[in-house]
Structures are given as structure tokens and as C-alpha cells.
């Protein structure tokens, strides 16, 4: 047996049938971190009515970016709901104007993509500069220690390596069959329980 820990950051949980959780059932979660300690993700697929533009107004800020205004702010999990979190690309260091790309609470993933928790990255966003791609949520997923490798036991998820065209160029609607085409898999495929031949 390996010692070797489990680590899904930058990939996606993809909910089971069988997760019938208000917050849960059907989702995409993009997991941005996962250690000894725990978990934590945003569920990628469940938008709010609030779209971004609408968040700026309640915050006082303009909306510098045509381009993302109507984009819906998602559901990103039962933590922490009034909070928002934003998923976007990494900030490319040797880019001009890079050193005003850098945010002040910013976690990066590995290999994948960056979720920065201050309201620096929206005040880019409302003054026409920002990351090129964001998607925006209030709340997010969290497991505690060893909880999520014991939803994974029990087949609660299926995982896969995060695809950032899942997040950011798939209709909401469509990015749980989208993810599940990233395992060969359709979502007519999976059953709740076993049947009989």
C-alpha cells in the first residue's frame, strides 16, 4: 500500500446519482485544494440568478467588462455563502501590467487554475482589466480530514482531471454531461441502482 496522498486539486469531483444533496446532486466541483487537512472546491455548474454585473452594483462597483456582465454568479457550495470566491486563469507574471494582475488573497492550483477570495480581483474586473476568463461564487465546498476520500470509498464521486473549457466554455447546463464526456461516460449512464438483464 502507498503512503502517497490522495491529491485532486485541479481536478473535478463529479456528483454520483446517488448524491441527491440540495447543493450536491449533479454537480461539478473544481477541487483547488486537497491536503492531510482536507478539501475544498466550487461547484462550477449551479448558477444563481445574481449575475456578475448585478453583484458590482450591490458592492458599488461599475462594470468595467461587457464581456462578463451577464455571467451568472454560481452557487459554489454551503460554506461561507455570503462570501464570494473567483475562479479564473493564472495571472501570467511576465505579461504587462502583470504586477496590477496580482491579487492580494489569491490561491493558485497547481497545474490549473487560480481562486483568489479578495475584492481586489472584482475592482480589476469593474475598471475593464481582470483575468481574461472568471467565474464568480458565492460559498464553496469544504471537507475536513479524510472526509472526502471516504465520500470517494463510498462511490459518492467520480473524479477527473479538471478541463478549464468545462468551466469557462460550456453552457452551465451542459458542463455535468461535459465533464462525464472527459471519462468516455454519458450521464444516461449512470444508474442509482443495480437493475436486472
Known amino acids: 500500500m502507498s503512503d502517497a496522498v490522495l ?8 456528483a454520483m446519482p446517488q448524491l441527491e444533496d440540495e447543493f450536491f446532486a449533479r454537480s461539478v466541483v473544481y477541487v483547488c485544494e486537497h491536503n492531510e487537512r482536507g478539501a475544498l472546491g466550487l461547484v462550477v ?13 450591490k458592492i458599488e462597483l461599475p462594470m468595467g467588462r461587457a464581456d462578463l456582465a451577464d455571467g451568472p454568479i454560481f452557487r459554489g457550495g454551503p460554506v461561507q455563502t455570503d462570501r ?32 483568489t477570495t479578495s475584492k481586489d480581483v472584482l475592482e480589476a474586473v469593474a475598471h475593464g482589466a481582470g483575468p481574461k476568463r472568471v467565474l464568480v461564487t458565492l460559498g464553496y465546498a469544504a471537507w475536513g480530514e479524510g472526509q472526502l476520500e ?5 462511490n459518492a464521486w467520480m473524479t477527473v482531471g ?18 462525464l464526456q472527459l471519462l468516455g461516460l454519458q450521464p444516461w449512464m449512470l444508474h442509482t441502482e443495480a437493475g436486472n438483464a
Request: aromatic letters at 6%; proline letters at 7%.
Open 84 to 115: 464570494g470566491f473567483v475562479l479564473h486563469d493564472p495571472v501570467v507574471l511576465d505579461a504587462p501590467h502583470a504586477e496590477e494582475a496580482v491579487y492580494a488573497s489569491t490561491l493558485t492550483v497547481p497545474g490549473g487554475l487560480e481562486m
Open 45 to 57: 455548474n449551479k448558477p444563481g440568478t445574481l449575475t456578475l454585473k448585478g453583484l458590482l452594483e
Open 7 to 14: 491529491n485532486l486539486a485541479n481536478h473535478f469531483l463529479i
Open 150 to 154: 471516504s465520500e470517494l470509498r463510498e
Open 162 to 179: 479538471a478541463d478549464t473549457g468545462v468551466v469557462f466554455d460550456v453552457a452551465p447546463e451542459e458542463r455535468y454531461a461535459a465533464a
